[in-house]
């Protein structure tokens, strides 16, 4: 069982997805973006950002031979990325969970032009992907941070989040039913 959910909250929002199997699996959440990714280095944007190396192109699974110049790394609560969307916009992401991560370039339509794709992938039998998604105005964003505070998003059926901001925190608590 799949479950899709989208909070929205002026000038961010939370993006939750839920995943439930027979058994354990690799669970991919998938992320498209066009845009340029800030420091294409070896780090991510942000403090704390996750490190990224370059990893065996092309990568193995049906349709993961079309990502081009990918890089991994493994990120924890608060990973985050951004992007420069036109000369004056940008957009961050926020991760939340541990999760094997995986950055590149992948078509997009027509198949000529390229979009950044990030890939969060979790071996397991359920899980909650969480994360924040920020487009902005100008050169920085209005996120700062965003953490968990319900470390089991099985507590009563719902995820806790703080996102940190300019103006202080504010706190979510999301029922996942």
Not at 98 to 120: H, N, Q, R, W, Y
Not at 128 to 152: C, E, K, Q
Request: hydrophobic share 35%; net charge positive.
């Amino acid at each position: 069982m799949q479950r899709g959910r989208v909070r929205s909250s002026t000038p961010y929002f939370i993006d939750l997805f839920s995943v439930t199997c027979d058994r354990p699996r690799l669970i991919d959440w998938v992320f498209r973006v066009k845009g340029r990714r800030k420091r294409r280095g070896a780090r991510a944007e942000g403090d704390g950002g996750p490190s990224l190396s370059p990893c065996p192109s092309p990568l193995e699974g049906e349709g993961y031979a079309h990502i081009l110049r990918p890089t991994a790394g493994t990120v924890g609560d608060g990973a985050r990325l951004s992007w420069r969307i036109g000369p004056r916009d940008g957009l961050d992401l926020f991760l939340t969970g541990k999760s094997d991560l995986v950055v590149g370039e992948a078509p997009f339509s027509p198949a000529s032009e390229l979009t950044d794709l990030v890939i969060a992938r979790r071996k397991a039998r359920t899980t909650l992907f969480a994360s924040v998604i920020s487009p902005y105005r100008g050169l920085r964003g209005f996120v700062n941070g965003v953490r968990v505070v319900t470390p089991d998003p099985g507590f009563r059926n719902a995820i806790g989040l703080v996102v940190e901001t300019a103006a202080g925190e504010e706190p979510w608590f999301i029922s996942l039913r």
